[in-house]
C-alpha cells in the first residue's frame, strides 16, 4: 500500500497516512484557487481518522463546511478538512512525493481559469461531481 506523507515547507509540520485514499481530484473553484494562489487544487481525499498530522497548525474557515489547515510559520496550505463529512483533502504540493496523485476527474471547471487547457480524458464536471 502507499504511504502518503508530506507536510510545510519549513518542515514543522508533517502528516502521514497509508490508508487508500477515497478520491484524488482536481478542483477549479475560486475558493481554492485563492487558498492555494493557484489554478487548481489537486488534493487527496482521506477519512480524517485516517491521517496524522503532527506540529503546530494554523485553521481557518474559509466556508461554514470547510476549515483550511496551514503552517502558522511558513504559510503552506497542506489541507481541506470538513469535520461533519469525517474527510480531510491534503495538497498533492505538500505531499512528499506528488508523483503518487493519480487524479480521477476535475470538478467546479465553470471556475477553470481560461488558459488552462483540460485533454487529459478525465471527467469534467462544472460544479461538484455527482454522489458515488
Known sequence: MTRYEGGC???AVRYHTEAA???ERICHCRLCQKVIGAAFNARVLFRIDDVTID????TVNTSPELKRGFCPSCGTTMFSRRDS???IGITTGSLDDPTVFRPQMHIFTASKQPWVMLDDGLPQYEGAPPPS
Request: aromatic share 0%; charged share 10%.
Open 9 to 11: 515547507l519549513c518542515k
Open 21 to 23: 485514499p477515497i478520491n
Open 55 to 58: 506540529g503546530p497548525l494554523a
Open 85 to 87: 463529512a469525517g474527510i
